[in-house]
């Protein structure tokens, strides 16, 4: 059992001026005013009753007062189940019983969506100011192995599951990714990924141990992120795919400033074309790989790395460690991860959990393999995986070859049941404004793939099934053959 | 208990062709190459006999076979024990016997004169290469609560005690003084401090967990340091006070490379006039303050505060806590740390170790107070204090205050035992080539000081008593009274 000072406290004896958190709109507030902000409300909170040991759920867009509601849980000990604002009622109720949530916060503007959830006690975040303090002796340490947050994963397969996230998983989560991108002076953090995702959270915490302002958007806008890059000294950004797409069209042939140093790229493999795009653009993309079970990164490209690895997620974090169960002789095999950042378990979920763990390993269902430098690939879900004929096909491999199509603008590749070969490979396509026929797709797969892995059928789509987490749900594509 | 991959090792994965040692005549080494000599060497020692928990002696100058063979030593779980090459024969033995020392390992220029050592197998590094391997699993985890290193304190008091850290005492400090300095991709790290000191390995630790080279110096040279930071891009030296001076004498008006961005200043408070001279000179010195048993620094100045707090050793590190336990209305106190980087306790010394460590909080025994914003200034040790009649006198104010005459080389100020008022202020002083007399000190002193402050005395010497780390030792002063 390792303690340390309250982060927050810590941080604001440390550098008491220091911007902590900056909004586009000119908004700032210092690390001193944050932590007496949300002492003081733990202290309404208290009032309320939260307690060591509530969970509390938070519903919110990006804002300062949502970082203000998750360090005051802090303070007293009270764990916060983050909760994502695009799921359905009835995900929400799933979510909240099953983590036994008894008070629910949430965002001024979205406090009527969600009175009518299944929690007793339900409160906007600015109701709570009008509350009266309670003098109740606040967290001065904080103990590494006590849960300080539970998120659900996104669940692109079964039911969602609530990973519990120890203030240690949090600590180790930062330091990892300190000693791998370095620490400067000068470092700005944009906060665009939901701060209910642990890829969002991670940016608050390693603000309050590095001492770094984070600069917060409630949504994802490419104009707004182009301009804070240009012009409000943002070092870091994190995005998922998508938001990188749109940022390189947005960027055109823009030279970013040279303080600008990276573009953390997270949630799941990206086109190597776009990777290619990006470096042309001389936009410094470092590819990560992680998730809520390691508490946002454990794998990750390294400055020195970053343009010569390319659709690499890099290696694992110090003090990480990373192996491949190889399934198969081509070295592709099922991603093992272990290291201080990983999650301890699933919330009441026993059996997920020694699913999941073995002697501190996490089995993670991803599908990857090393080079010989040992740099890591992510190929894909292991759940994703299509068998036919006793060959197995990555989905991403057609997928990555499809997407270079300038027609396609995104493609999802399952396996179809099939009586000859168990599973025959079929694409759902969503094209561009340009017109392409099947039979050109096809010919296209066939030119630069082996014939067990051409799609046997292309279906057209408007749109690919997403969950709330934005994921691709291919159990959905399947409900449609 | 926690555990962290070898972390040689893990740097040897991350960055196997980044150079970990760089020495002044052109030689490096990268951290594969390390890690390779390193475990060859461990496999070598592991054939004489040398095993987990070993006490294993290791007497040398700074150079890159005493780094190999201090990483061997955490291959194979033994403990190194790290000997003062400036010590005699008769403390060496105390230490070599105190800490049950079976093996000593010392550089080859210096075996002729340890053969008749305390301890049955003594053998110079080059002499290991030469025996077989021995086919032993070597570690590839390291236990964060292991022993792996003992040091003992210099003793300006009293015997000396060997301090034991654990990989997590290096870990955690490696990590301190990251989150206050940053880590920069370009960072290079001179050492010239002894590996045999904390100040010195605590560099060689950092260097394997953040991935940086160091700048190694086999003795302190004011034109090779000047000439590393000026040409060898050298960002960060770790030096003592009597180094500075030397360096800024060297150094003149030169102006230093943006990149160099820190001169670590530790080994005791420094005078207040050469911390203005440094400024004056754009050296950027950040005072810091720690000791053996805080595993290097504890406390230091950060980046942002440097230059406005000259004086100070800053604030604790990240997740290190300070608090000084006043001992009167003035504020000064008796300094108390605590932290993951603070020794458990001194070794086979379990009266030292509980009059030292309460509830984790280390009494370290030094004087200083914080300043309204929470900066420590340190007044120095609480045994060097003198009461006369009931005041409490700071040596080291009034030695700041004489230090300003040019004519003082240096000075030491004890207490004399005195029947009217118990102690009296006297001044051992060392005078430059300019010649000054008794009255003429002692009027500059009256001055300056409230009338109990002047030294009674001026007491001319050629020299003051050092011992084998440099360090003043007062109370051989007290015995020339």
């Known amino acids: 059992m390792e303690t340390i000072p309250h982060w927050l406290t810590k941080q604001a004896d440390l550098a008491p001026s220091q911007t902590a958190i900056e909004l586009p709109d000119g908004f700032t507030m210092t690390f001193s005013e944050l932590r007496d902000e949300s002492q003081t409300y733990a202290k309404k909170l208290a009032g309320m009753g939260v307690a060591k040991g509530t969970h509390v759920g938070i519903l919110s867009t990006n804002y300062h007062r949502m970082v203000i509601a998750i360090h005051a849980l802090s303070y007293l000990g009270a764990v916060g189940v983050l909760l994502n604002i695009r799921l359905t009622e009835t995900e929400l109720n799933y979510q909240i019983i099953d983590a036994g949530v008894s008070y629910l916060l949430a965002a001024d503007s979205l406090i009527e969506q969600v009175m009518h959830l299944d929690v007793e006690k339900i409160h906007a975040f600015s109701e709570i100011n009008t509350y009266e303090e309670k003098a109740v002796n606040l967290n001065t340490e904080l103990n590494l192995d006590d849960t300080f947050t539970i998120i659900y994963t996104s669940g692109t397969t079964g039911f969602p599951k609530g990973v519990i996230h120890t203030y240690g998983n949090h600590w180790w989560s930062a330091i990892g990714s300190a000693l791998n991108l370095g620490i400067n002076t000068n470092d700005k953090w944009l906060a665009t990924l939901p701060l209910f995702h642990v890829g969002g959270l991670s940016i608050l915490i390693k603000s309050v141990i590095y001492g770094m302002p984070v600069y917060l958007l409630d949504k994802f806008n490419e104009d707004v992120i182009h301009k804070a890059i240009m012009k409000s000294g943002v070092t870091i950004v994190s995005v998922v795919t998508v938001m990188l797409q749109r940022l390189i069209t947005v960027a055109g042939s823009t030279k970013y400033p040279e303080t600008f140093r990276c573009m953390l790229l997270g949630g799941g493999p990206a086109p190597k074309s776009l990777l290619e795009k990006a470096k042309s653009n001389h936009i410094p993309v470092f590819q990560t790989y992680g998730m809520t079970e390691t508490s946002s990164q454990i794998v990750t490209l390294s400055p020195k790395d970053a343009l010569e690895k390319i659709g690499s997620a890099g290696k ?146 408007d749109q690919l099934p997403r969950n709330a987490s934005n994921k691709i749900v291919k159990h959905q594509l399947l409900k449609l053959l």
């Open 316 to 461: 694992a974090l110090f003090p990480a460690q990373l192996k491949v169960i190889t399934l198969e002789n081509n070295g592709i095999g099922e991603i093992h991860v272990k290291g201080p950042m990983v999650t301890k378990g699933y919330l009441n979920n026993k059996v997920a959990t020694e699913k999941a763990l073995h002697s501190e390993w996490l089995a993670t269902g991803d599908l990857g393999y090393l080079d010989t430098e040992g740099f890591l690939y992510v190929v894909g879900r292991r759940n994703d995986l299509i068998i036919s004929g006793g060959e197995n096909i990555y989905p991403s491999e057609i997928e990555n070859l499809l997407t270079n199509l300038t027609s396609i603008k995104e493609v999802a590749v399952v396996g179809k049941a099939d009586d000859r070969w168990d599973q025959v490979p079929v694409a759902f396509v969503v094209l561009n404004d340009q017109k392409m026929t099947e039979s050109e797709i096809i010919s296209y797969a066939q030119k630069h793939l082996a014939k067990y892995k051409v799609p046997q059928t292309i279906y057209f789509v």
